[in-house]
């Protein structure tokens, strides 16, 4: 049974473990999963995820898990930008799993959720080699926007609630 539900700190392994896997099928890496695993926590880029209750919780936003009974299948967050806008951030979903609705259940909930406490707008940033991302953004509804965030070689997109 799928679950979508606030993630426990405790799950937050199994959490970078999906984004890794997923990650290492979308972009490669020289060398064994493990291995990708290693070098990506030693860059340290996960930094958010050392305490989501102040990076989310606490800060305007949330954070999801998506279980297949007990097993971390995927996530999705949101952060506050500012009053109006918060940004989708580690949305990530094991590839056996897509296609099935589950990833727009978790975006629903997500939308549902800055709605309720009045935002007006979701932005992200997402790679352009994660084709099938930005289409299933396309598809529910967010359109590419000039750059908001550092990274100016992602795709940066906005959905109007």
């Known amino acids: 049974m799928i679950t979508i539900r606030p993630v426990r700190q405790v799950e937050i392994q199994d959490v970078k473990r999906v984004m890794f896997s997923v990650a ?11 291995e990708s695993i290693r070098h ?5 880029i996960f930094q958010d995820l050392e305490d ?8 305007g936003g949330i954070f999801l ?3 297949n009974g007990e097993q971390v299948i995927g996530s999705g967050a949101l952060r506050k930008l500012d009053a109006e806008t918060v940004e989708l951030k580690r949305m990530w979903l094991l590839e056996a799993y897509h296609g099935l609705g589950i990833g727009y259940r978790l975006i629903t909930q997500l939308f549902d959720f800055a709605r ?3 935002y007006l707008r ?9 084709t ?3 289409a299933f953004y396309k598809r529910v509804g967010f359109h590419e926007i000039p750059h908001f965030a550092d990274d100016a070689d992602d795709a940066s997109m906005e959905i109007i609630l």
Do not use: C, K, M, P
């Open 65 to 67: 898990v998506v279980l």
């Open 122 to 130: 979701v932005r992200l940033q997402t790679s352009f080699e994660q």
């Open 132 to 134: 099938r991302a930005l």
């Open 40 to 44: 990506y926590e030693g860059l340290d």
């Open 52 to 59: 989501i209750q102040t990076h989310y919780f606490e800060n």
């Open 116 to 118: 309720e406490r009045g």
């Open 24 to 34: 290492y099928n979308i972009f490669g890496f020289d060398g064994t999963l493990e």
